[in-house]
Each structure stands twice: as C-alpha cells, then as structure tokens.
C-alpha cells in the first residue's frame, strides 16, 4: 500500500528573504507470510520565495506557478503567507 501527502515543510529565512518548501511524503508498506516491509521518502515538489516587494511559486524543475492558483491547490499555504 502507498500513501503520499503533499505538505508545507519549515520556512526557512535567509535576510529578507523567505522560502517555503512544499514536500511529497510517500509510505510505501506491504505485508505477507508473516513479514512487513516498509519505504518512506521525501522529496520538494515546490519552493515558494517570499521576500519584501514579491511571493512567486516554483515547482521544483524551476518553472514559475501562478500563486493565486498555487494557494488554492495547497492546503494551509495561504495560512503560511499570512504568518510572514
């Protein structure tokens, strides 16, 4: 069985600049015959750039995301925003 979650990852802040790192969490798990096997991973899908005069959103290839449409697609982004 597989389970992925898209989340926000910690903010981290560098001057006035922050990023926000949007992360894929995946579980992967199977049982049988008395076994279990289990794989888990992380990986950024995004990278959102806040700084004073500007936010933009970028998927991880480095192509530009409208963030109106970006903060409608992630949970609990807008949220994020607001707290900078």
């Given at each position: 069985?597989?389970?992925?979650?898209?989340?926000?990852?910690?903010?981290?802040?560098?001057?006035?600049?922050?990023?926000?790192?949007?992360?894929?969490?995946?579980?992967?798990?199977?049982?049988?015959?008395?076994?279990?096997?289990?794989?888990?991973?992380?990986?950024?899908?995004?990278?959102?750039?806040v700084?004073?005069?500007?936010?933009?959103?970028?998927?991880?290839?480095?192509?530009?995301?409208?963030?109106?449409?970006?903060?409608?697609?992630?949970?609990g982004?807008?949220?994020?925003?607001?707290?900078?």
């Amino acid at each position: 069985m597989e389970e992925k979650v898209v989340e926000i990852d910690s903010p981290i802040t560098v001057g006035q600049v922050t990023l926000i790192p949007v992360v894929e969490s995946s579980l992967n798990n199977w049982h049988g015959g008395g076994w279990v096997s289990c794989f888990g991973s992380k990986q950024p899908v995004f990278i959102v750039v806040v700084s004073p005069s500007w936010k933009k959103a970028f998927r991880i290839s480095g192509e530009e995301v409208p963030l109106d449409k970006f903060i409608k697609e992630t949970p609990g982004m807008r949220e994020a925003l607001e707290a900078i």
